[in-house]
């Protein structure tokens, strides 16, 4: 259980990074325990610069991402590091510590790339619901977590789902009447 609280906190954390600075479909309520200040911390840029950027966080980026286009850094006001960057068409953002160790990889991107057991295991529980939208976060140790937004005529739904559980959860529902 404390596992998964924290997972699901972890998760939250990662995705409301990734909001804050993008044009997102719909916007999201976090249910965290994150205050406006903690969020203006995550999400607001510290005054450093590229050639800042840990030595150590750029390298384990261009090991990972090699395919990488349109690389961005910017330094976080936590004394973390994020690299926005483009790959196979994905928009995507890597986070880094301080001293440059992986934290997690949000991406984003349409429905239909959502890998196909994925896709299966929502469409047989939402088997009328369009697969819209996917928030994709990678963490250490190889444990991934799919945001899925779906819809169908009267609703709009968030899905988590945990590569490692066979189990779906409504995050958010929307009704559209």
Same mark, same amino acid.
């Given at each position: ?11 939250? $954390?990662?995705?409301? #990074?990734?909001?804050?600075? $993008? ?28 050639? %800042? #950027? ?23 006001? %936590?004394?973390?590091?994020? $690299? ?8 995507? =953002? ?6 440059? @160790? ?25 088997? %009328?619901? +369009?697969?819209?939208?996917?928030? @994709? ?5 190889? =444990? ?9 005529? +009267? ?8 590569? %490692? ?6 995050? @958010? ?5």
């Amino acid at each position: 259980m404390k596992k998964s609280t924290f997972l699901s906190l972890t998760t939250t $954390c990662f995705l409301l #990074v990734f909001f804050i600075n $993008c044009e997102a479909q719909i916007v999201m309520n976090s249910n965290g325990d994150l205050s406006e200040n903690k969020l203006a911390l995550l999400s607001a840029p510290a005054s450093r610069t590229n050639e %800042d #950027v840990n030595s150590k966080a750029k390298n384990n980026f261009t090991k990972t991402y090699q395919q990488a286009t349109a690389i961005e850094w910017s330094a976080l006001q %936590d004394n973390t590091w994020v $690299c926005r960057f483009n790959m196979h068409n994905i928009s995507s =953002k890597a986070f880094y510590n301080s001293k440059g @160790q992986w934290l997690g990889t949000v991406s984003g991107y349409d429905g239909s790339k959502l890998n196909n057991t994925t896709r299966d295991m929502v469409k047989k529980v939402f088997y %009328d619901y +369009k697969i819209v939208f996917v928030n @994709q976060v990678n963490l250490a140790p190889d =444990k991934i977590i799919y945001i899925v937004e779906i819809q169908d005529e +009267k609703y709009i739904k968030k899905i988590r789902i945990a590569d %490692d559980e066979d189990e779906m959860e409504v995050i @958010q529902e929307i009704e559209l009447y």
